[in-house]
């Protein structure tokens, strides 16, 4: 016991000066972002690196936070579609300049949209699922004069899909004369975007160290409402335990990481708050149909039936999660709230009779190995194995698990999937269109991994796309959701809520339903 | 018949031969480990939703289409040219990713070291004199102790107690916030960087926040380096020279600490190095508990991610300290063998 002493005794010695809680004007956050690998938005795809761009740079359009279905102008003043259907037409704000000092100008956004195009980026689909292409971009996105930007679009889409995909972060407008000046064989000042920053935003990027930590300063030029704090620092913290302690100590101002234990802890300390926001992230079981038994369509129903939606949120997801069965994620046009299943054991084994496996069957599920998917797994299996469905788990790591699942050879795939966009489309394509489903396919979605060949449902998703009226375009989705809830081999459970806790000093932080909407403008200390 | 350039040189080529053969096989085997688990590198690279053309693009770029052997001589050729490539999870290049977060790990594993020296020899030399008795089997248990106890569990109780409730030392991470970037980093080594830009109160608060880890990462060396003093200094004490000095009338304290300790400093020495380069590896575990931004959660994350680039620069980092320090502690024998002398 010697030693133990020993040790205490050197600490005592070296703890030195006392400890400084975290700085006035500067707001510490403690959150995993070893997910980023890029801070420039039109390669920025990641979550953590979503909410750093979007405090950085801003779109032509943006929604209302508190209701989607509202469009309004960021750098843009007002826009209209023309009328047939291809050309949009955007008038810039006046006033507004980046980070450098320059004025925000029509030539920054089209050559910022140009850029992302002939980039073409992870996320660059966004953008050219609209027809740009690297040959055409300069002449389809292009400034008549200093405050007038026009687009157009190579076929007729709903207005609605192309606003909403310019929300997205891969819209955010760049300083065109910044960025060419960093400009490096041909590479659209890519490199130097990656960690340097060129936007309009309330804050600009003073370093961002991989894995480490991400520093935003307030930027004193901007054209709205100025932000709060002048200092906002993002630090990596993997490990939720040691983030609460943190927090406890005073010594960051949010953790944003905890896990359901930890928020469970924190709630009845005095000192700590909490605050939390749904997120577009879907969490789904998926059969794949190359399996003939899962193939069966009782079967896809039963297991519908079988899985105990209620309970496994309250014990295992209390905070994180919440009950959600169809593909639109609340806060999205076209969102379908109906829950039609819950776990029903008599309904499950008169569709396993049916479908001619009334004692189960054997199956396995691949797992990712992390909290929460392996522990909704295990409430899966032990949900399933009530009549006689034996599920053998195979744990993953993610990338392990995503490579099986898009070479499809699973046999049921657990996971979640977040949209790429705030448009009902993001969701519908993956979920409910297929349009080849050969191995040979370009367009790998959700159905076309699960080997779900749909094609008139396909033909469905494809038309809302194009409707030109809101109404009737969220009246198709709700349908498509109906039937797909009904017939889907997607059993889809939970929708994401995403929780931040904070010391009671501190308040103002934004959660909008996407990761780019977390805003730091208004946080108070 | 041997002339002196040959004596001379041919040591020296046969060393550099046996090092160039353990990184040629160091390589190698990473690189086929890195080719065989089943994870598809483009995917980490360009995401779970790239559409195909960006993924066929990317898997170009990576040379992922080309037979494996010529993936390797390509690979070979570059680090040659001392280009590891770049990082696809950080985007930088592998070498400023392995400077920027190696002297991270350097700090944490010297800080440890020197704990686990400083007490796990005196510790060793006090149990094997005391063979059997109460300090024995006290040290005895302590140092099992450090085998066996989980060290993220004990990372975790370590933060807790006297971070936690004490308030002893800072919390997890290298310095605080309102410290952060204010001295310029020169070899990335908070320490030394604030000591010699003379910002001492930088330099407490980074003591404050290494002394915990480095502690517990100590307490494992300390372990090691504890049982393996015990067991050299009780073979060194049965020996006949030892009795001789006893019988000169020479103190008991010289003759252990002067004579058998001197005795023993060669093997030590090689299980002091040895613990070090354990130590430089980067320690995920502790790492991840203290959000320790080093090479053990880099290259972690990296294989995680099939980030090959990554591993294989981290495992020639790791492969040259294993080698350099095997080297140094051979350098070290001739100072300290009392018969070189």
Not at chain 2, 5 to 30: I, K
Not at chain 2, 276 to 284: D, I, K, Q, R, T
Not at chain 2, 306 to 322: E, K, P, Q, R, S
Request: hydrophobic content about 45%; charged content about 20%.
């Amino acid at each position: 016991m010697k030693v133990v002493t020993w040790i205490l005794a050197a600490t005592v010695l070296v703890a030195g000066p006392a400890l400084a809680a975290t700085p006035k004007d500067t707001v510490v956050m403690a959150k995993a972002i070893d997910d980023i690998i890029s801070l420039d938005p039109a390669e920025s795809f990641e979550f953590s690196g979503s909410e750093a761009v979007g405090n950085i740079y801003e779109r032509l359009i943006t929604y209302d936070l508190k209701d989607v279905s509202k469009l309004r102008g960021e750098l843009a003043e007002s826009w209209s579609a023309g009328a047939d259907g291809k050309t949009y037409t955007f008038k810039m704000r006046k006033g507004v300049k980046f980070h450098s000092g320059n004025p925000m100008t029509a030539q920054d956004a089209a050559y910022s949209l140009q850029r992302a195009v002939i980039m073409n980026k992870t996320p660059g689909f966004i953008l050219t699922q609209f027809g740009f292409t690297k040959e055409n971009a300069k002449e389809k996105i292009r400034a008549t004069d200093d405050q007038t930007l026009v687009i157009e679009t190579g076929e007729q889409v709903a207005p609605t899909f192309f606003y909403y995909c310019l929300t997205a972060v891969i819209g955010g407008i760049v300083d065109m004369k910044t960025v060419q000046a960093h400009e490096k064989d041909g590479d659209f000042g890519n490199e130097w975007l990656k960690t340097n920053s060129a936007g309009t935003g309330p804050f600009k990027l003073v370093s961002w160290k991989a894995s480490e930590s991400y520093t935003l300063e307030r930027w004193d030029g901007y054209w709205g409402t100025k932000a709060l704090p002048r200092r906002v620092v993002v630090r990596h913290v993997p490990e939720a335990a040691t983030q609460r302690l943190l927090l406890e100590k005073g010594d960051i101002d949010y953790a944003r990481n905890l896990s359901k234990d930890q928020i469970d802890a924190v709630r009845g300390n005095a000192n700590i708050r909490l605050q939390q926001a749904h997120k577009g992230s879907i969490f789904y079981v998926s059969l794949n149909q190359k399996n003939p038994t899962l193939a069966k369509p009782e079967v896809r129903e039963a297991l519908k039936w079988l899985t105990d939606y209620a309970s496994i949120e309250e014990s295992l997801l209390r905070g994180l999660y919440v009950v959600h069965q169809a593909f639109l994620p609340k806060g999205f046009l076209g969102a379908l709230d109906d829950k039609p299943y819950r776990f029903d054991l008599a309904k499950a084994k008169a569709l396993l009779a049916k479908a001619g496996v009334p004692d189960g069957f054997s199956v396995t599920m691949d797992v990712r190995n992390t909290f929460p998917t392996n522990d909704i797994a295990q409430a899966i299996q032990a949900n399933w194995a009530k009549a006689g469905v034996k599920v053998e788990l195979i744990p993953g790591d993610g990338k392990q698990v995503i490579t099986k699942y898009r070479a499809r050879n699973h046999d049921i795939y657990i996971g979640s999937w977040g949209p790429d966009y705030q448009d009902p489309h993001t969701n519908a394509e993956t979920f409910a269109m297929n349009t080849d489903n050969t191995d040979a396919t370009k367009s790998k979605t959700l159905a076309w991994r699960n080997s779900w060949d749909i094609p008139d449902m396909t033909k469905q998703t494809q038309a809302a796309v194009k409707e030109r009226d809101a109404k009737k375009r969220e009246a198709t989705y709700q349908a498509i959701q109906r039937e797909h809830q009904r017939i889907s081999p997607f059993i889809i459970m939970f929708q994401q809520i995403e929780v931040a806790a904070h010391t009671k000093d501190v308040d103002g932080f934004v959660m909008g339903p996407s990761f780019e909407n977390d805003l730091y403008a208004g946080i108070k200390k | 018949m041997t002339s002196l350039p040959v004596r001379v040189l041919w040591p020296v080529a046969r060393v550099a031969g046996t090092v160039t053969l353990t990184f040629l096989g160091l390589l190698l085997v990473t690189f086929l480990i890195g080719r065989v688990v089943p994870i598809d590198p483009v995917l980490a690279a360009v995401g779970d939703r790239a559409p195909v053309e960006v993924y066929q693009r990317v898997k170009q770029e990576l040379g992922l289409h080309l037979p494996l052997w010529q993936q390797f001589w390509i690979y070979l050729r570059k680090v040659l040219a001392g280009d590891f490539g770049r990082s696809v999870l950080t985007s930088n290049p592998v070498l400023a990713d392995i400077r920027r977060v190696f002297p991270a790990t350097l700090e944490l594993a010297t800080v440890a070291t020197l704990i686990g020296v400083a007490l796990g020899i005196p510790m060793g030399v006090v149990a094997a004199v005391a063979r059997g008795r109460l300090a024995d089997q006290a040290i005895r248990v302590v140092s099992l102790l450090g085998y066996s106890v989980p060290v993220f569990w004990l990372g975790l109780m370590g933060l807790l107690l006297f971070y936690g409730r004490l308030g002893w030392v800072a919390g997890p991470g290298r310095i605080d916030v309102a410290f952060d970037d204010l001295v310029t980093p020169v070899t990335g080594v908070i320490m030394l960087d604030s000591a010699l830009a003379g910002e001492w109160e930088v330099f407490w608060n980074a003591l404050s926040h290494v002394i915990l880890p480095a502690s517990i990462l100590g307490y494992l060396s300390l372990a090691y380096v504890a049982r393996m003093t015990r067991s050299f200094m009780l073979a060194e004490l049965g020996q006949e020279y030892v009795t001789t000095a006893r019988i000169k009338g020479l103190s008991e304290r010289r003759v252990v600490w002067r004579h058998a300790l001197g005795n023993v400093m060669v093997p030590l020495i090689t299980v002091v190095a040895l613990t070090y380069a354990n130590l430089l590896e980067g320690s995920v575990l502790t790492e991840t508990v203290f959000a320790w931004p080093g090479l053990g959660q880099y290259i972690t994350s990296s294989l995680l991610s099939a980030d090959m680039n990554a591993v294989l620069g981290g495992t020639i980092v790791v492969g040259t300290i294993f080698i350099g320090l095997n080297l140094l502690s051979d350098l070290l024998y001739r100072l300290v063998d009392p018969r070189a002398q």
